[in-house]
């Protein structure tokens, strides 16, 4: 049953982001909306003191026991301002011309990913929702990596309000199209088969593995918690013997760094299950460490509800 | 040469060791779409095709990885005849 709220004050930031600021983006010079977005980013940060304590209360327990802790004010407030820079970033990233993109990317472990794509079996890379990831994407795009996403089509929340679900749900799904033009729904009929294509063609396919979309969800140990991550992909992994290599996505628009990791050496198993228990684990670990190193380039971060039932530590 | 009905037959012992399925011949005649068979599993057409291409000993190539292919028995049977009778004429 949907809502019957025709308009709720939370859904004032998605119009004014989706409508007004979005058109301004369109006509002003990109380097007049990046100010505007530091602006608006700076602002954001400052004032969302409620999300900023619930982040620390989070940041306490992933850096407890390490010196990082007596900094989790600062990086809650970094992470805030990231996220909001984040969905600037992603209003300009189209019109960012490709000399310009080329200029502010770095690339890390290239060769990692030239040696996993020699065996000709395709590659899946494994990233978390990091800053980065949409500008990296258009970047190895360009240079001759396009990589193919897996993106879930918007569902209809029944808490959602009438004009949120009718009029900017709409134009963010249009949007989120226009900036990720490579992909794949995982609700569309056969789209595993478009993963395999894409492998067999010796391609890039982006799995992140921070998110739920996956009708095989197992629990592992994260940040001090615990979490469902996506287990599916490994049944390809498993079944494809394509080479699985991590991928980490910092910074925005401006200056940004792709790290590519070494391929994931698997454990071997007899079947595919304890192929996925035994390997699922080894995967979380390395996205542990990549927010660990870079909590305020993961977007997750920032949600409340990833950050609620935890217990800060005595 | 394979004969449709032996490629049909074999191609459905694939789908039940692959799916893990325990169906009768009278069941592949109720199923109209291939996508029938999956379910909730979204994997389960990879471990078909993987299942299909060591059974047959053939490779299926990127550009026939698509939904009219594995849409139904009849196409799936047609297409892997069309690859088997090619082989052999090798």
């Known amino acids: 049953m949907s809502s019957k709220k025709i308009f709720a004050l939370r859904d004032l930031s998605a119009f004014f982001y989706l409508l007004p600021l979005r058109m301004i983006a369109t006509i002003l010079p990109v380097r007049i909306v990046r100010s505007i977005g530091v602006l608006i980013a700076y602002?954001?940060?400052t004032l969302s003191a409620r999300r900023r304590r619930a982040i620390e209360k989070k940041l306490m327990v992933v850096f407890k026991d390490t010196e990082k802790i007596n900094e989790t004010e600062k990086i809650s407030k970094q992470c805030l301002f990231n996220a909001a820079s984040t969905y600037i970033n992603d209003l300009i990233l189209h019109r960012i011309s490709k000399k310009d993109l080329l200029k502010c990317g770095k690339i890390m472990g290239l060769e990692n990913l030239e040696n996993a794509l020699s065996a000709q079996k395709g590659v899946i890379l494994v990233s978390?929702?990091?800053?980065?990831?949409?500008?990296?994407?258009?970047?190895?795009?360009?240079?001759?990596?396009?990589?193919?996403?897996?993106?879930?089509?918007?569902?209809?929340?029944p808490a959602m309000s009438m004009i949120k679900r009718k009029y900017l749900q709409p134009i963010r799904f249009k949007?989120?199209?226009?900036?990720?033009?490579?992909?794949v729904f995982i609700e569309d009929d056969y789209f595993s088969l478009k993963i395999l294509k894409r492998l067999r063609e010796n391609g890039l396919v982006d799995i992140h593995i921070d998110a739920r979309n996956s009708s095989h969800l197992i629990e592992c140990a994260f940040l001090g918690t615990k979490r469902l991550f996506p287990a599916d992909f490994l049944r390809i992994v498993y079944l494809t013997g394509a080479p699985v290599i991590p991928m980490l996505c910092i910074g925005n628009c401006s200056s940004f760094t792709i790290i590519?990791?070494?391929?994931?050496?698997?454990?071997?198993?007899s079947n595919k299950d304890e192929f996925i228990s035994v390997n699922l684990n080894k995967l979380v670990r390395i996205l542990e460490s990549q927010i660990v190193h870079h909590p305020s380039q993961w977007l997750p971060m920032k949600r409340l509800s990833f950050i609620h039932n935890v217990k800060t530590p005595s | 040469m394979f004969t449709e009905k032996e490629i049909n037959n074999r191609i459905k012992k694939v789908i039940m060791h692959s799916l893990e399925l325990n169906l009768h011949e009278d069941?592949?005649?109720?199923?109209?779409?291939?996508?029938?068979?999956?379910?909730?599993?979204?994997?389960?057409?990879?471990?078909l095709v993987i299942g299909l291409e060591q059974e047959f000993k053939i490779e299926i190539h990127p550009e026939y990885l698509n939904s009219e292919i594995f849409k139904n028995m009849d196409t799936l049977t047609a297409y892997i005849s069309t690859l088997m009778n090619r082989k052999m004429g090798e």
């Open chain 1, 175 to 183: 949007l989120f199209n226009k900036i990720v033009q490579d992909y």
């Open chain 1, 43 to 45: 602002i954001y940060s």
């Open chain 1, 260 to 269: 590519f990791e070494k391929s994931v050496e698997f454990h071997k198993t």
């Open chain 2, 27 to 47: 069941d592949f005649l109720n199923i109209k779409n291939l996508d029938e068979l999956f379910g909730m599993d979204s994997v389960a057409i990879i471990e």
């Open chain 1, 128 to 157: 978390g929702h990091f800053c980065g990831n949409r500008v990296a994407k258009r970047f190895l795009s360009e240079i001759g990596f396009p990589i193919l996403s897996i993106r879930k089509k918007p569902f209809s929340n």
